[in-house]
């Protein structure tokens, strides 16, 4: 198993971070949360045109053809950044469900970020995201795709997630969808990893510029064990996200297990990351104004988010009693 990322890869990762830092990637997850869709979709646009919308696509919709390697590194820059809208929908789930003539409709739009898809699999994932801007839905229990009937908005903790309840509505049949769950939380994993990075860093510059009494808070121990404390947890986790989509791209059967315990693992160290942002801005990090709290509410949702902590770590018991 290689946990080291390619060269490609590196540079592809560098892009998209490059890209995102000179896009007012903020502003668009404000206005996003605010139902206000056009900054969000022209930021998508643009990291459609970097490959981030088609990695998993093959070449005949589009696509390029990637693994889920590929999918972990555009998705921990995502998280990283707090892109919103439905990208693990569209860009994770999407092209590993849909097939046939569903594909062949849907996959050229996905990859280009002109359509949206959202995904219900309940009872995991109850609510279906953006889907008062998404082209389709997909039912991975149902085994299905088709026009998106929205019933209601429900209220989410991360405005920038934007959660509806569905009624039925006529549909095509997908395949995949077991595996599709899959990729859905393991890209999931990818943004909480990103987001905890993000919190830390930013809660390490502002240690080294805030002072109090006289000295730089991040001079005092307890702030450095707390900041420590994050980056171990971040560090512990990140092989496993790496691992579980090196499962995937190999097609372990023991895919299930790895992909939930990195979203056990990843939740854990990316909740620690915006407890302790928290208690080191302080009141700064409580106002709307400041970015921390685009992150705060994200990764609260995504801890939830395609099933909970309970949901995986009964996968990861049963997987490991089985193999006994």
């Not at 920038?160 to 899959?182: H, N, T």
């Not at 390490?204 to 064990?225: D, F, M, N, P, T």
Request: proline residues 4%.
């Amino acid at each position: 198993m290689k946990f080291t990322l390619s060269p490609e890869q590196r540079q592809f990762r560098a892009g998209l971070d490059e890209m995102l830092r000179g896009t007012e990637v903020p502003a668009a997850a404000r206005a996003w949360a605010a139902g206000r869709h056009e900054p969000g979709r022209k930021l998508l646009r643009a990291l459609a045109e970097l490959g981030a919308c088609a990695l998993l696509t093959d070449d005949r919709h589009g696509g390029f053809g990637g693994d889920a390697v590929d999918l972990v590194v555009a998705f921990e820059a995502l998280g990283y950044h707090a892109v919103p809208g439905p990208v693990v929908e569209s860009a994770a789930v999407a092209p590993v469900a849909l097939t046939g003539e569903a594909a062949d409709r849907w996959l050229p739009a996905l990859a280009t970020g002109d359509a949206f898809a959202t995904v219900v699999a309940a009872p995991e994932v109850p609510l279906a995201l953006d889907a008062d801007v998404a082209d389709v839905v997909l039912d991975l229990r149902a085994g299905s795709a088709g026009a998106v009937r929205v019933d209601r908005q429900v209220r989410s903790i991360d405005p920038a997630r934007r959660l509806f309840r569905l009624s039925a509505g006529q549909s095509s049949p997908v395949d995949g969808g077991d595996r599709a769950f899959e990729m859905g939380v393991l890209a999931v994993c990818a943004q909480l990893l990103g987001a905890g990075q993000w919190l830390l860093d930013a809660t390490v510059a502002y240690a080294k510029q805030r002072s109090q009494y006289g000295r730089l808070i991040g001079e005092y121990q307890a702030v450095k064990h707390l900041l420590a404390d994050v980056a171990t947890q971040l560090e512990l986790a990140r092989p496993l996200v790496h691992g579980a989509a090196v499962a995937a791209a190999e097609r372990n059967p023991l895919l299930p297990r790895e992909v939930s315990a990195a979203k056990v693992f990843a939740g854990e160290a990316a909740y620690l990351a915006a407890r302790t942002a928290l208690q080191v801005h302080g009141a700064i990090g409580y106002t709307e104004e400041h970015d921390l709290g685009l992150r705060l509410t994200k990764v609260r949702a995504l801890i939830g988010a395609w099933g909970s902590a309970s949901f995986h770590r009964a996968r990861v018991l049963r997987a490991v009693a089985g193999a006994r």
